[in-house]
Structures are given as structure tokens and as C-alpha cells.
């Protein structure tokens, strides 16, 4: 690991990051979830995007955080039809496969694309509209631009979030991921607080918000803390996001304090947090997005200086281009796996735009960057070197 940063080079990594972003933000207002990697290019996915636009929000690139969602709502508007359809079944009691759901990713232009992935995955479908709801808050916006594409992913949440699905590493198709409930439970409890709903739908969302949370009190705590899936006993690096930024879980509760001991004690090596025990991606690395988060919970909890500490590892993973990777490989969970990767899809994802967004989110969040009072709307001051690669999609 690269030696850690001071002050200064802490916020600067910030705003640069903010920039970076910002320079790589498609005009359709999709973000890239990594310009230069091989299985991502040309794609923007909506749990990466809303995280990112999250990010953005919290340092004031508000039209940047606000076009991701235009993106997102003309999305879920041109899918109405399929949408309803999915209803439709669902209610008839004879719901469709999951190849006929909604995807994960989608091209910057919002089509499907052509390239097989592991679609079903709902997560996304919460997170964006947790994340359009506190930008709106945050900077006093109206909701009504996106509206429709809320009412829409609510009506589609309300289909599908009992059913298992890939979790947010796109695997485990079968289980039922907690970090995937925390998900829904933000988006549509956000959705409904925001009341921007038809009674009669907000009323069905907040029955399906307090479902999950009693099937996540039941299945979804051990020993205190959040598990990977319902029935596990592990704990996977993402369940701190519930914690912080989504706030599914308060942050001064015991739940939150054991949730994120246990991903400390299971999953942390020097402030570096792994997927879960187990992951072999690239080895299975070190994720500078989860140690944010992992941040980001310490500091729901009052422990600023953990929190700092985790943004401290983060920055270290930095490159000389001033990149933040997806993972980095200083502590291996399986050695033997990464050159099967390598072969398969190349170095890895560099930079993860997701990455920085958690960065500047957890920057913003203990005081070590401020970011101007508004980005304007394009804040890009570095060349983009990607984007015509970026764009070939
Ligand atoms: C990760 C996903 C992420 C995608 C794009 C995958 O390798 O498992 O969580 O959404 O990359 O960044």
C-alpha cells in the first residue's frame, strides 16, 4: 500500500474525483461505470449511478446528480408497457421468468445492449429513487421530473422485491440478499415520504416497507448484526451501506454497531474491506467503495476518526493518474484466482467511477472536503481521455 495522505491531498483527491466524474458523464446523463473495462464500457448501471449521483449531490454538482436521474425515469417511462405487463402477471398469480424482468445496466442511450449479463437484480429500482429523494431534499428541488419514472420503479419494486435475485455482486440468483431488501426498503419508504405517489400505491409501498423490515428482523440478523442473505450467517461489505448513506438502519442502534464490527472483524484488513469471505473476483481484493461505506457507518455512529481512517485507506489506493480502482490485490482472498480474470476480462476496472463517488461522499461527510456551493453544470476541467472510447458503444 502507497503511504497516506495529508489534508490537503485528501480534498483534493475529492474534488478531482468530483471532476473526473463529471468530464465522464455521458450527455444522456448516464454515468459510465468505468470508461476503460472491457466488461463495463459502454454501460451505466443503476446501482453504481445512484450511488454516484449521490456523491455528485453531496458536492454540489447538482445538475450532474440530476440529469443521472432523467436518465434514470425516461429509462423505467419507456419500459411501461413491460412494467405492466410484469404486474399483470404478478397479480394473476403466474408472474414471469426472470429473463423478462427489468436489467441491471443499460447503454448510455438506455437500451438493453447486447451483451449477456445477470440481469435480475432490484436493487437498483430502490436505489436511485433514495437517491433522487435526498438530492431533492438536499437542494430543495421539486420531484415532478421524476415523477413518472418513481411511480414507475415503485409499481415494478411492488411486482418483484419478494422474489430472490442477483445480489449486488450479481451473483447468488437464488437467495434473498438483505443488502438488496435494505435497497428497496430506502426506495420505496423514500418514494412514499416524498408524496409523489397515487394514494392507493403509496399504501402498497408502505405495507411492502414494513414486510421487508419484519423479514430482515426475522431471517436477516445473527448474533446481533446484518447477514449476507436471509438463513446466512456471514456478512458481506455492502450491508454497511444500510447503515450509511441509505440510514435503513439508524446508525446509533446496537444493529448498526454489530453490523459493522462484524464486517470490520470478518471482512477488514487495515481499513481495506473484501466483498465477503468466499469472493474470488480478481482474487477477491480489497473494495475502496466498501471501505467508504464502512466509513460512512462509523461515522453514523459518532467514530469520525475511524471513519477518517477508512478514507485514509481509500486515498492509498489511488494511482499515478489519480484512478481509483474497483479492488486492489494487497490482501488476497484467493490468490489462484486472479489470473483467470485477467485472461478473461483484463486488468481491473480502473477507475471505478463508483469508486470516487464513495470517496467524495464519505469526504464530504467527515468535514475533509468542501465542495464549492455549486459545481456549474459542467465542472470538467481535466481532458477526458476515454471519451471517445467511452462512446463507441
Ligand atoms: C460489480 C457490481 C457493479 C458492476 C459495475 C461488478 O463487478 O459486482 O456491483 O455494479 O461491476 O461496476
Not at 437467495?175 to 435497497?183: D, K, P
Amino acid at each position: 500500500m502507497t503511504s497516506r495522505l495529508d489534508d490537503e491531498s485528501l480534498a483534493s483527491l475529492a474534488a478531482h474525483s468530483v471532476e473526473l466524474i463529471s468530464t465522464l458523464q455521458h450527455p444522456s446523463g448516464a454515468y459510465p461505470a468505468s470508461p476503460t473495462f472491457s466488461a463495463y464500457t459502454g454501460y451505466s448501471w443503476f446501482r453504481d449511478g445512484a450511488f454516484i449521483a449521490d456523491g455528485m449531490s453531496s458536492a454540489n454538482a447538482i445538475e450532474s446528480a440530476s440529469r443521472f436521474f432523467d436518465w434514470c425515469a425516461s429509462i423505467l417511462i419507456a419500459r411501461r408497457a413491460q412494467i405492466e405487463t410484469i404486474e399483470r402477471a404478478e397479480a394473476a398469480g403466474t408472474p414471469l421468468d426472470n429473463s423478462q424482468m427489468l436489467a441491471t445496466r443499460f447503454t448510455f442511450d438506455g437500451a438493453e445492449g447486447d451483451d449477456d449479463w445477470w440481469d435480475f437484480q432490484t436493487d437498483g429500482y430502490g436505489t436511485w429513487m433514495w437517491a433522487a429523494v435526498a438530492h431533492s431534499r438536499r437542494h430543495g428541488l421539486g420531484l415532478e421530473r421524476w415523477r413518472e419514472g418513481i411511480e414507475l420503479s415503485v409499481r415494478y419494486l411492488l411486482a418483484t422485491w419478494e422474489r430472490p435475485c442477483f445480489d449486488w455482486w450479481e451473483e447468488f440468483e437464488t437467495e434473498r440478499h438483505v443488502s438488496t431488501l435494505g435497497c428497496v426498503i430506502a426506495g420505496l419508504s423514500a418514494a412514499v415520504s416524498a408524496d409523489v405517489l397515487p394514494a392507493d400505491i403509496a399504501t402498497r409501498a408502505t405495507v411492502a416497507t414494513t414486510a421487508a423490515r419484519e423479514i430482515i428482523e426475522l431471517d436477516g440478523v445473527r448474533d446481533g448484526h446484518l447477514v449476507k442473505w436471509l438463513g446466512s450467517v456471514a456478512v458481506d461489505g455492502s450491508l454497511a451501506a444500510l447503515i450509511s448513506p441509505l440510514a435503513v438502519v439508524d446508525g446509533a442502534s446496537a444493529l448498526a454497531a454489530a453490523s459493522t464490527a462484524r464486517i470490520d472483524h470478518e471482512l477488514t484488513v487495515d481499513g481495506g474491506v473484501h466483498r465477503y469471505l468466499g469472493d474470488t473476483f480478481y482474487g477477491g481484493g480489497q473494495w475502496p467503495l466498501l471501505s467508504c461505506m464502512l466509513g460512512l457507518a462509523y461515522a453514523a455512529g459518532g467514530d469520525t476518526a475511524r471513519a477518517r481512517n477508512q478514507l485514509e485507506w481509500a486515498a492509498s489506493t489511488v494511482t499515478a493518474e489519480g484512478f481509483l480502482p474497483e479492488q486492489v490485490d494487497d490482501d488476497l482472498l484467493d490468490p489462484s484466482r486472479v489470473a483467470e480474470w485477467q485472461e478473461r476480462w483484463g486488468s481491473v476496472a480502473t477507475p471505478l467511477l463508483w469508486s470516487h463517488a464513495m470517496y467524495v461522499r464519505l469526504a464530504v461527510e467527515i468535514g475533509m472536503y468542501s465542495p464549492p456551493a455549486e459545481w456549474p453544470a459542467s465542472v470538467a476541467t481535466t481532458e477526458n481521455h476515454f471519451r471517445n472510447e467511452s462512446e463507441t458503444d
